[in-house]
Each structure stands twice: as C-alpha cells, then as structure tokens.
C-alpha cells in the first residue's frame, strides 16, 4: 500500500492521528519537500523533530527525485506499506495527482489521508471561499525569463469579480543554468518568493488595468502557524511590509461582501 499522507500547516502536530497511525505501521516513509514545506523548514533539527513524533526515520524528497525516480517508491509499495508525506493536503498539487495515476497503473493500492492546506486554510483572512476565482502560481524571473501567462487568469478574476489567490515560487534545489551545460549539477540556494516580490512582479506586467498600486490586496505569511502574519492593504503599501520568514502567499481582492469587509477593517494597516 501506498499511503499518501497530509501534514496540514504548521509543524510535526499538524498530522491528523489517521496520518499518525498510517505513518507508524509503514516500514518507509519519504516527505515531499519540492511543492510546499512545513513552517518549520528542512534542517535537520526540524527532521528531528518528525521523526521523533512519528517514531520513523523520514527519507527527503527533493525535487529531482520527485520528478525522475518516483518510480522507485512505488515499486517499495508494491511490496511493503510506503508512506508519501505531503505539506498540506496530498492533491494541492498536481504532483500528486500523477504520483496516484503512475501507481494505480503499476497495480499499486493507493489510501490518502487529507489534512488542511492553502486552499481552504486561506479562508482566516475574512474572504469567503466560495467567491474566489482560479488560482495562480506566480515565478520568479529572472533577465531572460518574465513568463506572465497568470495575468490573464487575473483579468478572468477580476471581470467577474472574484479574489485571486496567488501561490508564490518556491526554489530548492535547483540546478543552476551553468551547472546543466557543463553536465555536473550545481545547486542555487533556496530562495522562497516574498508578497513584496510577488507585487513588484504583478506590477511589472500590468496591462489591461485588471488590478494597480492601489488595488487592496492581503499579504499572508507561515499560513497556519502560530506566528502567522496577515496584512490588508493597497499593493503600494504591501510593498514595504516586513512579512518576516517564508512561506508567503498574495490575495487580490475582488468585489467584496459586507461581512467579508467588516473581516478585512481587522487585518488593514
């Protein structure tokens, strides 16, 4: 069997005790760290501290083993029971969504256990979930690289005046350009997207007037942990709002019901 296992939000408690109980009768577990990481990082205190609760030692993920030798936990399925832990909720990804098709394919018995995630946790802020519109991922660009197809996805948002809820760019462990030419894979430092980033980037490709520097925006940081930081504002203000530690999210905000504004007036600057 292979368990696909939630971790929710926050830290190694946020396990519901279905994940705990799955988690402990499998003899391989290996956490995801490519799309989402727990507030509490990746150091090897951090793992510590998961192990400890789940009385299991935890294999990392990475992005490249994700992405290229999957295969390789699903054939430890087929014969043993395998637990795939996942920040969040196990399909707030499209990753994940592949890992249970590639495994339903190989014959492998596929249980996922669910916990919160972005998705609905980002309903803290006041803004009613069922009036959002599709969620977007916005990159970071770089000199030859200003990919922007998220904008229209706003303007679609805005027209029908819904909230965009914007995911922002995680990197870890990812290969540099240069070390890819050469053959031999260099590693960039992990670099997580700021609000303030995110809102530079919007503005920067800004067009069809869908949203401006004074468009109310809610600038979300470490969404479900105790030090979680949620700031209400125009983009002009956000852009000079310390939201301290990764990780950070964006909402542009769309037409607004009265008790979503009377929520709002608790979190403006």
Not at 9 to 17: A, N, P, Q, Y
Not at 36 to 59: Q, R
Not at 152 to 167: A, P, R
Not at 242 to 258: A, W
Request: with cysteine.
């Amino acid at each position: 069997m292979l368990y696909i296992v939630g971790l929710g939000l926050g830290d190694e408690r946020d396990i519901t005790v279905r994940g705990l109980d799955a988690v402990r009768s499998c003899s391989k577990i290996y956490m995801e760290a490519y799309t989402s990481l727990l507030s509490l990082g990746l150091d090897p205190a951090a793992l510590a501290n998961l192990e400890k609760l789940y009385g299991k030692e935890i294999t990392v993920a990475d992005r490249e083993m994700v992405e290229e030798r999957v295969d390789q936990v699903l054939l430890e399925a087929a014969d043993a029971d395998v637990a795939f832990l996942v920040v969040g909720d196990p399909f707030g990804a499209t990753t994940h969504t592949d890992l249970v098709v590639r495994a339903k394919k190989m014959g492998v018995q596929v249980k996922v256990i669910h916990n919160a995630s972005v998705m609905n946790a980002i309903g803290v802020c006041g803004l009613q979930l069922y009036r959002y519109g599709e969620t977007i991922s916005i990159p970071f660009f770089t000199e030859e690289w200003r990919p922007d197809s998220f904008y229209k996805k706003i303007v679609n948002n805005s027209q029908l005046g819904l909230h965009t809820l914007c995911l922002l760019d995680i990197r870890v462990k990812e290969p540099t350009w240069e070390s890819l030419a050469r053959g031999k894979k260099v590693y960039e430092p992990p670099r997580f997207m700021t609000v303030n980033t995110a809102i530079s980037q919007l503005l920067e490709v800004e067009e069809e007037r869908a949203y401006g520097k004074d468009t109310l925006c809610i600038g979300v940081a470490r969404l479900g942990s105790d030090d979680q930081k949620i700031v209400a504002g125009s983009m002009e203000k956000l852009l000079d709002v310390d939201f301290g530690p990764p990780l950070h999210c964006l909402i542009i905000v769309g037409e607004t019901h009265p008790l979503e504004e009377e929520m709002l007036e608790f979190y403006k600057m």
